[in-house]
């Protein structure tokens, strides 16, 4: 069985683009989170879909973040335009059931680098 | 504040002896704890959750306690092996069913050295 995959594994932008970092959970898992580290700190939630509705996203930085899930697959996650502070990685996560408690699958991560 | 803490300080122990680490956490009544292994390069990887009515989970070589009196929860690397050697994150659930978010500590990096 395929794992959470993260697209692209690294991304080096200017401050004032836009970046799109993609995730595709592991098939029919219903929870999609996303989660940024930057260097030096902890990991810190973002926001967290089930299925394709927003069920928290009380970690979104500003408004300069976009999260979508289309149709309750993979999720993109869009920072317009990119800061310096936006600098990290970024991590997906997914686990099977609405509504119940699992463990959390992870993706390797997007190492964004805004210059 | 809120806060989680784990051993700041890099571990190094030796071959075969028991690794434990530790995660204090202040002004959280987490439902559950985890404590997920997370290697350069990658992302987390689960290990084990305990319960806050749990007092301890083993499985194979790894055992976790949970103390909510002290707000404190302990890991054991039994017969440890230099294929431990890897940074080790404690992770809090704080919200109820349907609000999944886990809020982490800092990671503890652990060498086991041959």
């Known amino acids: 069985e395929a794992g959470v995959t993260q697209f692209p594994s690294h991304s080096v932008i200017e401050k004032g683009q836009t970046v799109t970092l993609r995730c595709d959970p592991i098939?029919?898992?219903?929870?999609l989170y996303w989660y940024r580290r930057v260097m030096g700190k902890e990991i810190k939630f973002l926001l967290h879909f089930v299925k394709e509705s927003k069920q928290d996203e009380s970690g979104m930085p500003n408004n300069r973040f976009l999260a979508e899930r289309t149709g309750g697959t993979y999720s993109t996650l869009k920072v317009q335009p990119a800061e310096l502070e936006d600098s990290g990685v970024y991590f997906c996560a997914s686990s099977p059931l609405a509504g119940g408690y699992n463990e959390q699958f992870f993706g390797p991560g997007t190492r964004l680098t805004v210059l | 504040s809120q806060k989680i803490e784990q051993n700041s300080e890099a571990l190094n122990i030796q071959e075969g002896k028991t690794a434990t680490l530790t995660c204090n956490y202040t002004n959280y009544s987490p439902a559950y704890l985890q404590w997920y292994r997370q290697d350069p390069g990658r992302g987390p990887v689960f290990l084990l959750l305990?319960?806050?009515n749990e007092k301890e989970k083993r499985k194979e070589r790894l055992k976790v306690t949970f103390d909510t009196t002290l707000k404190q929860s302990l890991f054991h690397i039994t017969a440890s092996q230099p294929a431990d050697s890897a940074t080790y994150l404690c992770a809090l659930d704080v919200l109820p069913p349907n609000n999944r978010k886990l809020i982490w500590g800092l990671g503890t990096s652990l060498a086991v050295n041959p």
């Open positions: 305990i319960r806050e």
């Open positions: 098939s029919g898992h219903d929870n």
